[in-house]
């Protein structure tokens, strides 16, 4: 699935739309340079599980829980370091129940499960004000239904 994305409030939409189709057991991966708009995106997603209270960048805590319904596990891999991966204990949270949006998964590498929904958000330009493309795939057969279902609801882009 793919999207133009014009400005932060279509990524806020974008989210809410995603999160209306999440049962609650999901991983989600989003790649894409700093500032593509990895964590508006969470954002978004986050406002459409109502939930109220802030959401941050996790690049220093390395993970933000959010207590919503249900919580989420919001990672941001890019300031990783070597080892660091097994001292989070991932499987703790990973397919354990409540949904896992992870920036910056490349870094993670082989430690992470394939099966997941992985949002890849390009800028199209050097400016960084301009619109983005959102490319939406799905890994395993829960994902690619999940992506059926996002596709017929989504009433923007193509
Ligand atoms: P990342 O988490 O990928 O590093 P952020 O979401 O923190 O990126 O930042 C993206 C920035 O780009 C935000 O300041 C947002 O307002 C801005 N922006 C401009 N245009 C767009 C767009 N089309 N989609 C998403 N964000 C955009
Ligand atoms: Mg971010």
């Excluded at 220093?60 to 829980?65: H, I």
């Excluded at 300031?79 to 910056?104: A, F, K, N, T």
């Excluded at 394939?114 to 890849?120: F, P, T, Y």
């Amino acid at each position: 699935m793919e999207l133009l994305i014009y400005n932060e409030e279509e990524m806020n939409r974008l989210g809410i739309l995603i999160a209306k189709h999440l049962k609650g057991d999901e991983i989600i991966y989003l790649s894409g340079e700093l500032g593509a708009g990895k964590t508006t995106l969470v954002r978004g997603i986050m406002r459409g599980l109502n939930y109220q209270d802030k959401v941050t960048s996790p690049t220093f805590t390395l993970m933000n829980l959010y207590s919503s319904h249900p919580p989420v596990f919001h990672f941001d891999f890019y300031r990783l370091g070597p080892g660091e991966i097994e001292e989070l204990g991932l499987q703790d949270y990973l397919g354990r129940g409540g949904i896992s949006m992870i920036e910056w998964p490349e870094i993670a590498g082989e430690e992470l499960p394939r099966e997941a929904l992985q949002i890849k958000i390009e800028l199209m330009a050097d400016d960084y004000d301009r619109e983005r493309r959102v490319i939406i795939t799905g890994q395993g057969e829960k994902y690619c239904r999940l992506i059926e279902e996002l596709m017929s609801d989504a009433h923007f882009g193509n």
